[in-house]
């Protein structure tokens, strides 16, 4: 069973940069796709950025133009760099990918956008 890993979280400052890292533990056989979601304390889980295995990217409106999905197919890894981070960014972040079986999420990563 493919396990995922997120890790990169931490605390910074407001207008910092953070960059998520997901390792899965082996090679999915057939995605349809994978991505990020975050939840905030007291709010549902939500998209923050979605790639089709074919490409097109989705990025949640908030998000747009600070935070840019990576994907490297040859290391089983998918980044999520993010810029210009504001405190309404603050909230676990979750990494998954949905195959044709099943879906796979990571354990979560803190992120907390603080001055």
């Known amino acids: 069973q493919v396990q995922l890993v997120e890790s990169g979280g931490g605390l910074v400052q407001p207008g910092g940069s953070l960059r998520l890292s997901c390792a899965a533990s082996s090679t999915f056989s057939s995605i349809n796709n994978m991505g990020w979601y975050r939840q905030a304390p007291g709010k549902h889980r939500d998209m923050v950025a979605s790639m089709a295995w074919g490409g097109g990217t989705q990025y949640a409106d908030s998000v747009k133009g600070r935070f840019t999905l990576v994907r490297d197919n040859a290391k089983n890894m998918l980044d999520l760099q993010m810029n210009d981070l504001k405190p309404e960014d603050t909230a676990v972040y979750y990494c998954?990918?949905?195959?044709?079986?099943?879906?796979?999420w990571g354990q979560g990563t803190q992120v907390t956008v603080s001055a």
């Open positions: 998954y990918y949905d195959t044709p079986r099943r879906e796979y």
